[in-house]
């Protein structure tokens, strides 16, 4: 079964004493999978969660347990339960797995080559890029329409250069305006002042000639 497809299922009969390996190599097989990359075997409980690994090649874990090879691995030492459950991961990069469940034991069939698909239905999930493509819906086109800078703030202005133009500009205007303020009351001061003069020339005119 695949989480993936809830419609997708292939049951496969295969001799007890045949490895992990066969079934391995029967999966990838007839769902045309590149049998070229890695996959492993997790014995499950009951409740899907993973215990002892059998992979395609021979290693220690984690914890220092040995993990057997698949091609050493024979069916019938490890599904000896009823229902016993395997999850079978086949895309390391993505974390996707088949879940598969022993359903019977029963005696073999004469002119039968196993491992054999004996029923299928749904699609065949792709061997790449399912799940990498839901995490790359985060960089699609469709963030193009939303507008980033509707939420943000403007920043204030903290360039002192800036400040200072600012503040200089003002400062010369006043500076210019007073000044044209002060050249109207110098202008004013000295018509004023001629006024005077001419005030004082002409009662020097108006003088007693005899003075002179």
């Known amino acids: 079964m695949s ?8 049951d496969i ?11 391995h190599d029967f999966i ?3 769902l045309e999978y590149d049998s070229s990359l890695l ?14 690994e059998i992979a395609l090649i021979e ?3 984690k914890d220092g347990e040995k993990i057997i090879a698949m091609d050493k691995a024979v069916l019938s030492t490890f599904m000896k339960d009823a229902h016993q ?8 990069i993505n974390n996707r797995t088949f879940f598969i469940e022993l359903m019977e034991t029963k005696q073999e069939t004469s002119n039968k080559y196993y491992p054999i698909c004996i029923d299928f239905g749904g699609e065949i999930p792709p061997q790449f890029g399912k799940k990498i493509t839901q995490k790359s819906s985060l960089f699609e086109d469709d963030d193009d329409d939303i507008n980033v800078f509707s939420s943000k703030k403007v ?5 002192d250069e800036l400040e200072e133009d600012f503040a200089s500009e003002s400062f010369e205007k006043d500076i210019q ?6 050249s109207m009351l110098a202008g004013e001061a000295e018509e004023e002042d001629d006024e005077v003069d001419k005030d004082m020339v002409q009662e020097e005119d108006d003088g007693d000639p005899d003075e002179d």
């Open 39 to 52: 996959a492993t075997f997790f014995i499950a409980n009951h409740n899907w969660q993973q215990k002892q």
């Open 177 to 182: 305006f007073e000044f044209e303020d002060d």
């Open 155 to 159: 920043a204030p202005i903290i360039d």
């Open 13 to 23: 009969e295969i001799m007890s004493d045949q490895t992990f390996y066969d079934l």
């Open 28 to 30: 990838q097989e007839e």
């Open 85 to 92: 459950k395997l999850i079978y991961l086949f895309d390391f």
């Open 59 to 61: 290693a220690n874990g």
């Open 3 to 10: 989480e993936e497809d809830p419609k997708f299922f292939m």
